[in-house]
């Protein structure tokens, strides 16, 4: 039986599948590659480039293949294009898990591993941000996913699918050997747009703002390697293998890292001076978004294991320097 990976090809996808297969699971990936990279896929895992809206490819799909589970990262991401363009994000996000959900029940598919984000909560009302606080994002993007998110829940209790919603905090890194990494048409994250420095492609790195309430007055985040994000994924599958119920987990360190701070440590990382700059607030970032992943880490047993900052950003390092084009080189 085979985990269907949709939207393998991405980067967050494309490091579950790495890790999938590590683990020795049989993985399938469909991926559309409008934002998605073939390269980032390994050469031997089936691969069908289709847009998951396309309910005939899916049908060909799951007839051509025993899925077993579907492991689902399509999604436009972008928030502040997401913005401008609300009825994009709706039609390809939204659009897709409808198209998703009904090849599944025609297929008889009965488990999802969904890809969603701190995104859903908007402003929190505190820090650390427990799965049970208030959902009111603030972005068509964030919106998007908590509306794929009732979706599965409404068609769970019809149709006995089981799902297990994975909220991301700020995802980070790379895989160990530096052969996969993130490469977005358009940068807008923290940490590839700082080793950009570095690399030559840009002279400073403008910090979004230093007059927020805390410590050093840049905004707060709390990230998580990449690698342990997939390892999540891999246990709630085996979570929904082993019957557990329907569920929504954060995935976070639980702790905060300044902007400022992620300077001073990609500073370390590179031994390059990274000029930066200090701009105007970026429009709709929360002071400061920090996981409480107690329960990720009481039912999934899951713990992230790459938490110092020096070592995401050096794994990232590691993949942008080996591929300063991405995966153009
Ligand atoms: N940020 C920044 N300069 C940049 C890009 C991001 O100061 O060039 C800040 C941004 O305001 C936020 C943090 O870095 O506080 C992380 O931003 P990112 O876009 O990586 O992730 P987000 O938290 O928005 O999902």
């Given amino acids: 039986m085979a985990v269907l990976i949709c939207g393998g090809a991405g980067y967050v996808g494309s490091h579950n599948v790495r890790a999938f297969k590590e683990h020795g699971e049989d993985v399938i990936v469909v991926d559309s590659l409008e934002t998605g990279h073939r390269a980032s896929v390994p050469e031997d895992v089936k691969f069908y480039q289709e847009d998951i809206r396309n309910g005939e490819a899916l049908d060909k799909i799951f007839a051509e293949n ?3 589970a579907v492991v689902h990262f399509c999604a436009y991401s972008l928030v502040g294009e997401s913005m401008e ?3 994009k994000y709706f039609d390809n996000n939204v659009g897709g898990m409808i198209s998703l959900l009904e090849a599944m029940h ?3 598919v009965k488990r999802i591993i969904f890809s969603s984000t701190a995104a859903t909560y908007g402003e929190p009302k505190r820090v650390p941000i427990l799965e049970t606080d208030p959902t009111e994002p603030t972005n068509p993007y964030g919106e998007s996913k908590r509306i794929m998110e009732k979706m599965m829940k409404w068609v769970s209790s019809q149709h006995d699918i089981r799902y297990v919603s994975l ?4 995802v ?4 160990r050997d530096g052969t996969i990494g993130e490469d977005h048409k358009v940068e807008t994250h923290l940490i590839p747009l700082i080793l950009q420095v570095p690399l030559g492609k840009r002279e400073h790195i403008t910090i979004y703002g230093d007059d927020y309430p805390t410590n050093d007055g840049t905004c707060i985040r709390d990230y998580i390697h990449v690698e342990d994000l997939a390892r999540a994924h891999l246990l709630a599958l085996n979570y929904l293998r082993d019957g557990g119920e329907s569920n929504i987990f954060n995935l976070g360190s639980g702790d905060g890292y300044s902007v400022m701070e992620m300077i001073t440590a990609a500073r370390e990382v590179t031994g390059h001076p990274i000029p930066a700059v200090i701009g105007t607030r970026r429009a709709g970032d929360p002071a400061k978004l920090v996981a409480d992943s107690t329960k990720a880490g ?7 294991e790459i938490t110092k900052m020096q070592d995401i950003i050096a ?3 590691k993949w942008h320097k080996s591929h300063p084009k991405g995966y153009e080189d």
């Fill in 85 to 87: 363009l609300p009825l």
């Fill in 298 to 304: 009481k039912i999934l047993r899951w713990k992230p």
């Fill in 66 to 68: 025993q899925v077993e």
């Fill in 167 to 170: 909220r991301y905090f700020n």
């Fill in 315 to 317: 794994s990232a390092w």
């Fill in 106 to 108: 025609r297929h008889n």
């Fill in 172 to 175: 980070a890194g790379a895989w």
